[in-house]
């Protein structure tokens, strides 16, 4: 079913050389919010195909402007870069408001009210001062950033809130770190192993397969551990949301996300790119799966008034700058 | 017009009921069981239509039904909904998204195979050569820090190599400007490489593996085969224009798990890798035979080089390099 939807639009963006992207964007995206339900009915996305349009268009010429000039002159694309650091937080404030804008359920649409002076600390103050701190301050900073994100969001009237209790936080990056540090430990000792194995390091060295091992158990091991993160900090991020009376649950569990990640990669791989709608749905069906609004009371909400437009720049700017091409 | 059953939405609160939409004397009734609104066609906004999703009916005031699929309104549509609608139409069949399918994978190995190599070939040869040099000399300092120690050849044998270096580039083209440089490295071996800017780097190690000048002729030519074509600017041009090709199709879903995305883009690596070798093979040959050196020595190197590595049990579409049968029966045509 979404095969179809997917395979059809990505032509027509290919062969309109982009133009189309954004109504193929519109369309995917009502397909999947239109699919996932909250009490039996569907949540809605509003965008006009034409605003993202506009959006696109401006964030591919800053990114194609970067990119040629870094080609011809790196210092002035550097130079570049720095105007755009300052402007993130605005970008992804505007995002943010767009997308929140443009998404409803029940007829009455969500909100993002976040100020960008408390973007400018969460996205920019904060990042930047990691590094002075050893890194020690890194789950802090997420922790900022998502409560900036989520308590800022409001559907209608009902305001959300998101108040993370840093110790938890902490103690998932912490066990994260001591979790690679040994895995670390385990591949160290492989290579060695290897390098003892082989005699002394030479060419031959370089390319034999306990290196290899060692190197790809390396990787495996990031992997696991970046998606452990996620879905610690997703469950826990869910699990203190707050709308009105009601909370949530989230139970994501790294073991089957893993599973998912690398079933589809294996299955985009096999069908050289046509299992894409197919490993998207299974992603989106699991999330949602793994998502129960925990009621504290009737689901109702009203309408605030006002307040509906936004830009869509924002919101592009930021999908192409991570390369979110995806029809 | 019969009624559809439809729920609607105030849009004032998350409160809904049935109610029946019907369209009737230009107007849009929206009736439940105690009221009955009405609104002008032209006050009324309808979602296109997206597969069997029920469609979202904006009324003026903010309020809203969700009607069936197949509810249209009896209005002439401006020309985004128009297409839309033929999308919606394409979407619905299986045909069509076989001939899309078809096409996609079409354009993309095209695009990868074809385009994508053309258009580097044209933007490369368009860049400013002062950059290449600025590129080349960065790589060769880099390189100096990390990986090459000064060339303990005696100056006569380098001289001697330089001036067979000149000879060869002034076949190649007379206003070709390259230099030669001379480096030795025990960890890499017996290897030359072609820096972008018009730099190719002899190793001690190479000179001291080949049997006779010739053969490192051989090889220079085919260094000078990859600075007359521009192979480097091509490869970095050929393989982010590529990787962006990729990330259109499979887009977020492999950036989810971005060494995932790492693989195809490793593969397309090295398929445009061993395409430039036989490029810059077939150059060699020609520019060999030109200046009276027999081919069979380039290859004789190989094959000898090969052997000393010890044939490799990677497959050949995972290597960076032609395997030396297949450069050797390149020589043969």
Known sequence: DYFRIW???????????????????????????????????PFGYHAAAIAILKGRLIAYAVVILLAVLGQ??????????????????LILVRAFRFRAANSSYDGIRFGFDGLESEAYAAFLFWPVAVPFTLGLAYPYVMKRQREFIVANSRHGRSQ???????????????LAAAGLLAWLAVALASFLGAAIGGGPPDRETVSSPGVLLAVLLLYAGIGVTVVAVRTAFENLVWNHTRLGPHGFE????????????????????????MGVPWARIRLARYRAESLLLVPGGPLVSEALAGGLEAAATGAELSDAMDFDFGV | MTGVPATYHDGQTSRHWPVVVRVADGLVHVEDAGTARAFPLAAVH?????????RRLDLPGGASCLVPAGFELPVATSAPQRVERWVNELELRWTWAAVAAVGVLGLLWGGIVYGVPAAAKVVATRMSPALERQMGRQAL???????????KLPPERRAALAVRFDSLMRAASPDADYRLEFRASPAVGPNAFALPGGSVVLLDELVKVAENDDEIAAVLAHEIGHLQERHTMRHVLQTSAAGVLVAAVVGDVLSA????????????DARYSRAFELEADQFAFTLLDRTGVDRANFVRFLTRMEKAQGSSKTPGWLQTHPGADERGRAAGR
């Open chain 1, 160 to 174: 959300f809130g998101l108040e993370l209790p840093t110790a938890k936080v902490y103690r998932i990056y912490v």
């Open chain 2, 257 to 268: 798990s971005s060494y995932a995305a790492a693989l195809p883009a490793f593969l397309l």
């Open chain 1, 72 to 89: 011809v002159s790196p210092l002035m694309a550097s130079a570049l870069y720095l105007p755009l650091l300052v402007m993130m937080p």
């Open chain 2, 46 to 54: 309808l979602e296109p239509r997206l597969g069997t999703l029920p």
């Open chain 2, 141 to 151: 300092a880099s390189l100096d820090r990390i990986a090459l120690s000064p060339s």
């Open chain 1, 250 to 273: 989230s139970r994501l569990k790294t073991r089957q996300l893993l599973w998912l990640y690398a079933t589809n990669v294996l299955g985009i791989a096999v069908t050289i790119g």
């Open chain 1, 7 to 41: 395979i059809v639009n990505l032509l027509l963006s290919i062969v309109t050389l982009g133009i189309y992207s954004a109504w193929a964007k519109v369309r995917r995206l009502r397909y999947f919010y239109g699919h996932t339900l909250l009490d039996g009915r």
